[in-house]
């Protein structure tokens, strides 16, 4: 058993950082194979799709699970399993003989990743008080939104160079490397493991949430501007092939400016959220929002067919999701302050749960155009503005 630590290293602190980005990566490096892999196996875009939205289902139902587990028998064991199930999900979907058994290997690979996702800052918030803890999330939050935001870029290239198998040995190599790490410099942080009081009791706090309009109004806003998010990368590298006819790496150069956007507008609600407050800012995000889906709209009516003319307007799309979204998420968890925990997971929960479908959806009614996403983006983008107009002061 290892003594609690009353800080962390500068090394630990960023292998905590890849490791809340590893479920991620995993998930969004095999973007720009999608359309190979539907070629590969002859099988539709929606089957195709399903390799993306279960991982991203697997993900909303591990997230649930991990926080308890881990208040349980603790961060470090915990951790390394999940790390463990992710080299494993890895190496099936790299030896994956059929979509069945990629799309099996892309559930376990979600699954394991996932664990990153939640431990991290468990890990941080075991060791530090609040004001310590919030920079050093800030460091996990911005390592989460920058390696995967590189990582379509460097699943395009490695097509180019390879085939879809090797993006799966990269994984599968960069797990282990962070399994080896993690095994050798995690300590255990946990001050002492809480008896899991089960699943019904889970449950009627989950009930608890939703009965409340706030949270109800203030999550749902999250989880549907995390749909135009994901309905938008779901859809866009079948569409950079099938209706731009160009080559699946170049969907990673375009990718960029989605994340940046996201990153930009995340910077500037940081900035701005004392000043203005959360309600403020949720408006102007959503409203933003709705206004760049409805550019790239135009542009494509306008006869524009160009990546630009896409993931420019986009780009502007998630900018005001960067600004919405983590006010959305801080009212959310502040409308019940004993039961934050629980806020968080459900809200996770929503957000990947929600986009899965999505994802899913915009695959099944794909015609050829850029018309069924960006419909389905707008629609989720009016749904997230009403969501937040339930909020009662």
Known sequence: ?????????????????????????????????????????MV??????????????SIAIATLIYGPLSDRFGRRPVMLIGICITVFGSLLCMLAGSIEWLILGRIVQAAGGAVGLVLARAIVRDVYQAD?????????????????????????????????????????????????????????????????????SMLKGFAILLGSRNFSAYAFNVAFVSVVFFSFISAAPEIMVSVFNRPPNEYGY?????????????????????????????????????????????????????????????????FGNGISLPNAQAGAINEFPAMAGSASGLTGFLQMGLSAIAAQLVALIFNGTVYPMLLLMLTAALISLWSFTRVQS
């Open 132 to 200: 310590e803890a919030a920079g050093i999330i800030a460091t996990l939050v911005m390592v989460m939104v920058v390696m995967p935001m590189l990582s379509p870029m460097v699943g395009g290239e490695m097509l180019v160079r390879f085939d879809w198998h090797s993006i799966f040995y990269l994984v599968a190599v960069i797990s282990l490397i962070m399994l080896i790490a993690m095994f050798r410099y995690l300590p255990e942080t946990l001050h002492q493991k809480v008896n899991f009081t089960g699943v019904g």
């Open 254 to 318: 375009y990718f960029i400016m989605i994340p940046l956007a996201f990153m930009v507008g995340n910077y500037l609600a940081r900035g701005l959220s004392k000043k203005w407050g959360i309600h403020r800012m949720i408006r102007l995000g959503s409203r933003l929002s709705i206004v760049g889906i409805g550019i790239a709209i135009a542009l494509q009516l306008g006869g524009l067919h160009h990546p630009i003319a896409l993931f420019t307007p986009i780009a502007l799309s998630i």
């Open 44 to 57: 539709s875009t929606g089957t195709a799709q399903l390799t993306l939205s279960l991982s991203m289902l």
């Open 1 to 41: 058993m290892h003594d609690i630590p009353r800080s962390l290293s500068r090394g630990l602190i960023l292998l905590l950082a890849a490791a809340s980005a590893l479920g991620p990566v995993a998930m969004q490096i095999m973007l720009p194979a999608i359309p190979i892999v539907r070629e590969r196996f």
